[in-house]
């Protein structure tokens, strides 16, 4: 039997919001397996039991870059340690100057794009002296690149926090503003089921399953049940399936036809995805450093 630990109780209880006991007693059922802990609570306390997707865990910011016909575009997150260094001048300029070169330059990868020349100095250099002038470690983390079929939009939300790039072909200026508003509120997976995990789907349907198995129904009714809930979850997580966020009479790809338009692409970051954020003790910080100072 694993052991189970209080930090790792403190860990699923702040990625899911469940009672400490309740996390306890999933641990100890999955033996402390993290993500199988995590779906014994959404089983036992619905799917509000996670919310660690989509949780900003590190700072940053996204920076866009759109050529002046929207034929050509780029996104980029670059990543700091504080929030305070996300709003430095220097910072912000490095991360704009990013976009640009990915969007001018076509790099295959980050290490391509930290090869390039940005002025007379490479990206890596130059990212290299930023650190050694604010004094926090800095990461290009990811980019995307679109030459589009259409116009592309973007929008740009909470302090460059969130970022979105869609392709919009057909349909009106005011059109793709409010598409890209909308993703960057409602946060798609992909654009249709075509481009959801197959493990997300599968964790869905074992979920509805157990839950339903608890709640008494029929073993004739199981798959049925896993079925419906399979084709809500896509229409949730699929921009073409969600309801418009400005008129929730209407799909996403109910709202195209009716403009003629369609979605190629579209991009969204969030800053700080999925990157465990460290936890610092500001006072013990504090302390540490003022003993040092006294040491010296």
Do not use: W
């Not at 794009?113 to 002296?129: H, Q």
């Not at 403009?259 to 003790?281: C, H, M, N, R, W």
Request: with cysteine; charged share 30%.
């Amino acid at each position: 039997m694993a052991e189970i630990t209080a930090s790792m109780v403190k860990t699923l209880r702040e990625k899911t919001d469940a009672p400490m006991m309740e996390c306890k007693r999933a641990l100890t059922e999955a033996e402390g397996d993290m993500d199988r802990a995590e779906e014994i609570l959404r089983v036992k306390l619905g799917s509000k039991a996670s919310k660690a997707a989509g949780r900003i865990a590190a700072e940053g910011i996204v920076g866009v870059f759109l050529s002046a016909d929207g034929k050509l575009g780029s996104m980029i997150e670059v990543n700091c340690e504080t929030d305070f260094v996300a709003k430095n001048d220097d910072f912000l300029t490095f991360a704009k100057s990013l976009a640009e070169l990915v969007a001018k330059g076509k790099p295959a990868d980050v290490a391509a794009l930290a090869a390039m020349n940005l002025g007379d100095k490479s990206v890596e250099v130059t990212r290299t002296a930023l650190i050694g002038k604010i004094g926090e470690n800095l990461s290009i983390r990811r980019f995307v690149r679109f030459e589009a079929q259409g116009k592309l939009a973007s929008y740009i939300h909470g302090g460059s926090k969130i970022g979105v790039l869609v392709d919009v072909v057909g349909g009106d200026e005011a059109l793709a503003k409010d598409l890209a508003m909308h993703i960057a509120a409602s946060k798609p997976k992909s654009l249709d089921a075509s481009g959801v995990p197959a493990e997300l789907l599968d964790t869905e349907r074992r979920i509805a399953i157990e839950k339903a198995k608890e709640a008494g129904k029929p073993e004739a009714m199981l798959e049925k049940i896993a079925e419906g809930t399979v084709q809500k979850y896509l229409k949730e997580v699929t921009l073409l399936g969600q309801l418009f966020v400005k008129d929730d009479k209407q799909t996403i790809e109910q709202l195209l036809k009716s403009k003629g338009a369609k979605i190629p692409s579209f991009a969204l970051y969030i800053v700080g995805e999925g990157i465990e954020k460290k936890q610092t003790d500001f006072a013990a910080e504090v302390a540490a450093q003022a003993a040092l100072a006294t040491a010296k």
